[in-house]
């Protein structure tokens, strides 16, 4: 006489299975809860407004590689809605970068060499931008960037010490 085996699972491997589960859905769970207040935390959303990551980057690169902050050029006055640097480019070149905040949700980049306009750059949907001088106890002077977001709450508050050039 033959025995046929007993078909299903045991309590053994559904306990398993459910606890495997249950550590997938706890970690989901925390993740979500983490993105969320993250999401609160942070008035601007860089991954949904790409544009907020290459206007930082681009200032940053611009002021790090600065020599002088210019009070004008041409028709540009440095203001806090105006930033106005003279860089120092990879191929050993000069241009005067002027950032202008002017108008709101947008920023406005215009690289000058010597008089004439060489390239220029725009980005929306942005933050209202200022930037303002700030004297470092180390005597460096700083460009302080700041961004403030529909509700006037601070989204972004940097401070970036040009390099110093021999």
């Not at 930037?131 to 700083?142: F, I, R, V, W, Y």
């Amino acid at each position: 006489m033959t025995r046929r085996r007993a078909r299903g699972y045991t309590m053994l491997e559904i306990v398993v299975t459910l606890a495997i589960f249950g550590v997938f859905l706890f970690i989901i769970v925390t993740l979500t809860a983490e993105m969320r207040r993250n999401e609160k935390k942070w008035p601007v959303n860089f991954f949904s407004h790409p544009e907020v990551g290459s206007v930082l980057a681009r200032m940053r690169r611009d002021i790090y590689d600065s020599t002088a902050r210019p009070d004008n050029f041409e028709t540009y006055n440095s203001s806090p809605m105006t930033l106005i640097v003279y860089t120092i480019n990879d191929d050993g070149t000069a241009e005067t970068v002027v950032w202008d905040f002017t108008t709101p949700g947008e920023v406005h980049r215009k690289a000058f060499k010597a008089t004439m306009l060489s390239s220029e750059w725009a980005a929306h949907g942005l933050p209202l931008f200022t930037a303002t001088t700030e004297s470092m106890p180390s005597g460096q002077d700083a460009v302080r960037i700041q961004a403030t977001d529909k509700e006037h709450k601070l989204a972004i508050d940097e401070l970036i010490v040009p390099r110093p050039h021999a």
